[in-house]
């Protein structure tokens, strides 16, 4: 008996520790925390390439992302961006799933499990969030970012995935100096 669950304790504990993010320290890295505002409406600003996301993704929410993560299709995830829209999410109608490459620009390649900066987003599972980009040409499928690794695939429209939303900031008006009225320009 007293084997057996020495056993059981030893097939057990591998999976506890699997579920904590690992990241290199050999290395030097650079964090997503540095170059992102956090704002307290569940945005995060990414002033570097004029970018708007979501703290948390679709079914998780407060400062720490918490709730039970939601899981669409890729038809549904667009369904989903259209209803959060009309209603406005932090004073917004404009969100959208992000491309292929702005995803992307979210991974944090020097961990994983998962590969993101969890100060800045946190509790976001290793899991396949959905991106707008399809398959070139293809209606069956789309392309996702993997957040256990890191990596884009294309998966079936079909099959279930997570979702973070972005949307683009408006650009900066350029600020332009006027003659006083009556001066010759």
Known sequence: MLHASLLLAVLVLPTSTMAA???RTDTTQTTLSSAFTIASDGTVTDHANQLQW?????GL???????KIRLFSWMAAHDA???LNR????GHHDWRLPSKQELATLVTPHCVN?????????NTPSAWFWTASSEDGGTHAA???????GQSHIDDRNLPNAVRLVRTLPPVPVLTKTAPAGAVQ
């Open 143 to 149: 392309w996702y970012v993997n957040f256990d690794v």
């Open 54 to 58: 979501q703290r948390c993704p679709l």
């Open 61 to 67: 929410e407060g400062d720490r992302c918490e709730g």
């Open 81 to 83: 961006v259209a209803r």
């Open 21 to 23: 993010q690992i990241c």
């Open 114 to 122: 998962p590969a993101i900066d969890l100060n800045t987003f946190p």
């Open 87 to 90: 209603d406005g999410v932090a």
